[in-house]
Nanobody
Framework: VQLQASGGGLVQAGGSMRLSCAAS????????MGWFRQAPGKERDFVAT????????RYADSVKGRFAISRDNAKNTVYLQMNSLKPEDTAVYYC?????????????????WGQGTQVTVSS
């Protein structure tokens, strides 16, 4: 599976942004998907995950209520809608896929990774 993330950029605090991740290769529709982020000098942190059919989601406490993950299996794409952005959301955002169909929050549970897209939130 190859993953291509897009949609990052520069936004002011309080603004919104939507990231997309297009998948090609093995069955996307049977794979749980996730978003992670990594700020300079920090570890890669979990952001959000969605199960194979989009019926179950989990979020990091830091983004709960502000971010929403969704997927369109017909388009082999997963999205991350980010609202009320804060400067501390600044990071490189990575989409990831796993062979299992259920949600997962640890990077080691994912088998496929996109190249990352930079999100910068100015204060």
């Amino acid at each position: 599976v190859q993953l291509q993330a897009s949609g990052g950029g520069l936004v002011q605090a309080g603004g919104s942004m939507r990231l997309s991740c297009a998948a090609s290769g093995s069955p996307f529709s049977s794979s749980a998907m996730g978003w992670f982020r990594q700020a300079p000098g920090k570890e890669r942190d979990f952001v959000a995950t969605v199960n194979w059919r989009g019926s179950r989601e989990r979020y990091a406490d830091s983004v709960k209520g502000r971010f929403a993950i969704s997927r369109d299996n017909a388009k082999n794409t997963v999205y991350l809608q980010m609202n009320s952005l804060k400067p501390e959301d600044t990071a490189v955002y990575y989409c990831a896929g796993r062979s299992g169909s259920m949600v997962a929050t640890r990077p080691g549970e994912y088998h496929y990774w996109g190249q990352g897209t930079q999100v910068t939130v100015s204060s």
